[in-house]
């Protein structure tokens, strides 16, 4: 196995060893780029140079001083939604080709003090609205089990690049489909765990997290990311927790719930039986498993498309072509100025966006759609709530289905929303979520999606790795032809 | 047949800038007149990703602001997105306040002449200001360039919004003069019409009584009146174009709102544009900002921080001092002139009405020129208040006269001396005016009969007593020689 295709775990473990060098590892995934990076396209922007300069401060280090960080000198893929100072930040947009931030998002600061060589930023669909990374400006990234397929989205570039070794792990702002479509492991946090400060993303749904090869790597990273940051007021000021502590502390006892709404609702058999099987594994290790119901759940993917427009439509205001990104070349007054930024910036997906957004908080509009929106999500919480005194936790597919084929949804926006049934509700609620791989149908990553409480990740590692480790799978290795 | 009836209808809407160190949701500074573009950051210039962080100091001021004008606080308030494009706002939304905001239902009382008003506030909300246009041209449109300067883009700014109760361009020039007077004594805003920290929008139009039919204008928003004058020209001036439109069949009635502008070089409004409808701006609420909890301690311990208001403070001048409730308006109108005249009247042996009209006559007099910059300048002079009560004390003992009073005041503004310095050097330091010292003589001589027949006994060296109770009268002002001499030829002593 190459160096590229190990996990973090693993190789902190060589590094600490000295049997490896950080620079060799940056090396091996700058190779397996090379190799597969023109197929997948899973990178906007690649900072070899960057990502090598780290590395080797840290092998210089790691000679000199003997301690530096367990996981300095493992390097990351970074979102292209998250601002890298001096680095591009596009959002895989026209209207932010130019856009180079002059800020680090607050995760990004963390990781480089972990000394996380930073190997670029991955591709996603076009201000992350989406969820098959196909509405990308810059072209669409392929899965690596089979490459005429999405990579879900919006974090598909991150999750394919984890999958193909193009990265060791990475850093994203969306978790569960494209972890669940490339047989990776992602894990969305409680709203607030982590910072959004430097997110470019829809307000209230959206959370930064890890996507990467196992559950333990997971854990890993959460640490790495997790905490209070005073440069965002909705993070959480809670006591910092360490993720990996405890991984091994099984199921036994715990009380799986399963939302009878998500099994019910339409899901591809291979799907359905491989997630039933998972769901046999956890109660074989000692897991109580309960049926419960989220009422609510039928309303939470509408209430989650209109809340989600509403906030991108207004977010992207701000690409006006005034003071940054794109700009219409030649108009003849300002609002035609504006119009024609925007009309040449964004690609049809944001536009769908963008209008139905405005078209929800208008007047006349608003009470029967965002503030129905609103209600629902309040509803959904309330559900959440009750539901947790029922169990400790839920698990249900991540996805409906597994990846589909390129350019199959395109043209049909309900079709391709349907992807978001499963990740909806939890999202609405802030809850953290994770997906690990648990079988393939029709021969492509099934994932298991387990919700947990606010601020239960640990409880959902545990789970999590339980099943990892009582499965066995040998997953994360898609078996691509361009290996 | 005689003209109908009218009552002018007016309602304000009126901006003020806080007066925080930074600005509301990033750490820029909020200095006034920096380079263009030089106090931004990636927030406030709204860079992809960056979030907004609240300055619990400003609304800390526009609590205390709501509460100075008598505002209800409620326990939950929340920002929200007020969207436009406009190349000098950044988001492309601003960041206010719609449902929920910090303050309601307050109310204050202003004069004019000798008649008090009432005027409802219906709410005192927080937002962020824009930044600022520079065009080539008249407008935006049709510009061939246009410059925007971030650096006031996010200044904290509170909008009160008024009832329309007010009823003519008087009542709205003295309730905005009082509302500037009450956010300047707390310290909430400098409220600079010039420099445009303070701002006024009024709403104005007719209800008509036509032979017993109630009849009502559009309402006309008359924007952006940036002085009192202007506030009460413009009202004035478009109520009566309003009439008059009306007699003549030309005035609109209950439309829509009708925007205007005013134009202080003609004298006139000229009407902008007639919306057709309620201008949509999509509000929904800020998703980036959790909502504001404020607790009813927390209210409670800001109320006890306001200092005493012109209203109470004008009150307690005529109680405490004497004065009249004019001159008791007068030197209340600013915080900075009556905190001056309370120190003078501390430090000063006498009637605190002297006092008064020498702060209302002379030191207003130096700062009629200061303007909205009066209260500073006060601050600024070299003269302090203990140094006017020397002074006042020094013309109440005799030593100086009124007009050299006036003279040592003068050159104690702007040399910062002290009065016995400048009288000293001026040659008034002794008094060497016979006829004054004659009478303090005879003072003297009248309430020490004993003193007198032992003197006149023979015992000379009494005299230096007598010496001493005039120096003191005149506080060691009086010529000693000629006080000396009086009083020889006084008692027939040679
Ligand atoms: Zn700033």
Redo the contacts with the bound molecule.
């Keep these: 196995m190459e160096l590229c295709e190990l996990t973090a775990c693993a190789l902190a473990q060589l590094l600490a060893k000295r049997e490896i060098s950080a620079e060799e590892i940056t090396s091996a995934v700058f190779k397996r780029i090379a190799v597969s990076e023109e197929l997948l396209h899973c990178y906007l922007h690649l900072d070899h140079a960057g990502a090598e300069a780290t590395a080797r401060a840290v092998d210089a280090k790691r000679q000199s001083e003997g301690s530096v960080g367990a996981l300095a000198g493992i390097p990351v893929a970074v979102m292209d939604n998250l601002s890298t100072a001096g680095l591009p930040t596009t959002c895989a947009s026209k209207v932010l080709q130019q856009y180079v931030p002059p800020f680090d998002a607050t995760v990004v600061a963390k990781i480089k003090a972990a000394g996380l060589p930073l190997l670029g930023k991955t591709n996603l669909d076009e201000f992350n609205l989406g969820a098959s990374t196909e509405s990308s400006a810059f072209g669409p990234t392929r899965n690596p089990w089979r490459t005429e397929c999405v990579p879900g989205g919006s974090a598909g570039g991150a999750a394919a690049a984890v999958a193909a070794g193009e990265a060791i792990w990475a850093v994203a702002s969306s978790h569960l489909i494209p972890a669940s479509f490339c047989g990776v492991v992602g894990l969305k946090p409680t709203y607030g765990r982590v910072s959004r400060f430097g997110l470019i993303s829809s307000s209230s749904l959206d959370q930064v997290g890890p996507l990467a090869r196992d559950v333990s790597d997971c854990a890993l990273l959460l640490n790495v990311m997790a905490g209070y940051d005073a440069l965002d007021t909705t993070s959480l000021n809670t006591e910092a927790v360490d993720f990996s502590a405890e991984l091994a502390a099984g199921v036994k006892g715990v009380r799986v719930g399963l939302p009878s709404e998500y099994f019910a609702a339409d899901a591809d058999p291979g799907v359905k039986s491989a997630v039933m099987q998972a769901i046999k594994v956890l109660e074989d290790q000692g897991a109580q498993v309960v049926e419960v119901s989220l009422p609510h759940f039928r309303y939470a993917q509408a209430a989650y498309t209109i809340l989600a427009a509403v906030e991108a439509s207004s977010g992207l205001g701000r690409y006006d072509g005034v003071r940054y990104g794109y700009r219409s070349a030649d108009a003849p007054d300002t609002n035609t100025m504006f119009s024609n930024t925007r009309g040449e910036g964004f690609g049809a997906a944001v536009k769908l966006q963008i209008l139905l957004g405005t078209f929800s908080v208008s007047t006349g509009h608003f009470a029967d759609n965002y503030l129905k929106a609103a209600k629902v999500r309040t509803l959904v919480k309330d559900d959440f709530a009750r539901v947790f005194t029922q169990c400790d936790i839920l698990a249900a597919p991540t996805t409906p289905s597994t990846a589909f084929r390129l350019g199959e949804r395109c043209a049909d926006p309900v079709m391709m929303s349907l992807v978001n049934t499963f990740r909806a509700p939890a999202d609405l609620a802030g809850l953290p979520a994770i997906s690990i791989p648990c079988g393939l149908g029709n021969g492509l990553p099934v994932g298991l999606q387990l919700i947990g409480p606010a601020m239960a990740e640990q409880r959902l590692l545990q789970a999590a790795y339980a099943y990892e480790q009582a499965a066995g799978l040998e997953l994360s290795l898609p078996p691509m032809e361009v290996r | 047949m005689g003209y109908p009836e009218y009552q002018v209808i007016i309602g304000l809407e009126i901006h003020a800038e806080l007066a925080t160190e930074s ?1 509301v949701f ?3 500074p909020t200095t006034f007149g920096a380079a263009p573009n030089t106090q ?2 990636p ?2 210039l709204a860079l992809p990703g960056a979030l907004p962080v609240l300055n619990e100091k400003a609304v800390e001021l526009a609590v205390k602001a709501g509460l100075a004008l008598g505002c209800e606080i409620p326990p939950f308030s929340r920002f929200d997105r007020k969207h436009y494009f406009y190349p000098d706002l950044p988001k492309a939304f601003q960041t206010s306040q719609l449902d929920h905001p910090l303050c309601r239902s307050g109310i204050v009382e202003f004069r004019v002449d000798d008649q008090t008003y009432q005027v409802r506030i219906n709410r005192v909300h927080l937002e962020e200001e824009a930044g600022k246009s520079v065009h080539s041209g008249e407008r935006l449109q049709g510009s061939h360039y246009s410059l925007m300067d971030l650096n006031r883009g ?1 200044l904290p700014l509170i909008e009160i919004v008024t009832e329309p109760d007010l009823r003519s361009g008087e009542q709205a020039k003295a309730f905005l003069e009082r509302l500037r007077t009450i956010l300047r004594y707390i310290e909430v805003s400098d409220c600079k019409m010039q420099e445009g920290s303070l701002r006024c929008d009024a709403n104005v139009n007719l209800s008509i009584n036509d032979n017993g039919k109630n009849v009502r204008t559009s309402i006309v928003e008359i924007k952006n009146l940036n002085s009192f004058r202007a506030v009460e020209r413009a009202i004035n001036y478009e109520a009566q174009r309003q009439y008059e439109d009306y007699l003549d069949g030309n005035m609109s009635l209950n439309a829509g709102k009708i925007t205007a502008g005013w134009s202080d070089a003609e004298g006139r409004t000229y009407v902008q544009r007639q919306k057709e409808q309620a201008d949509d701006y999509f509000y929904f609420p800020d998703p980036d900002l959790v909502p504001i909890e404020i607790s009813a301690e927390q209210v409670e311990s800001w109320r006890s921080q306001l200092p005493e208001l012109p209203a109470e403070r004008e009150a307690r001048f005529v109680t405490q001092y004497g004065l009249s409730a004019y001159d008791a308006g007068v030197l209340t109108a600013a915080k900075g002139i009556a905190d001056f005249y309370e120190t003078v009247v501390e430090n000063f042996d006498g009637d605190p009405k002297i006092v008064a009209n020498w702060v209302m006559g002379e030191v207003l007099r130096m700062l009629k020129d200061a303007g909205d910059e009066a209260e500073q300048a006060l601050a600024e002079a070299p003269l302090k208040p203990h140094m006017l009560a020397e002074l006042l004390q020094l013309l109440q003992s005799g030593a100086i006269n009124g007009n050299q009073a006036k003279e040592v005041f003068a050159e104690m503004w702007t040399s910062g001396k002290d009065a016995a310095v400048v009288v000293k050097e001026r040659g008034f330091e002794q008094i060497s005016d016979t006829a004054a010292i004659a009478e303090l003589v005879n003072a003297v001589i009248a309430a020490n009969p004993k003193v007198i027949a032992d003197i006149q006994g023979g015992k000379t060296s009494a005299m230096g007593f007598l010496v001493g109770q005039v120096m003191k009268k005149t506080a060691g002002k009086a010529n000693p020689k000629l006080v000396n001499q009086l009083i020889r030829e006084q008692l027939n002593i040679t």
């Design positions: 600005k990033c750490s820029c931004v950051c927030i406030c996010g």
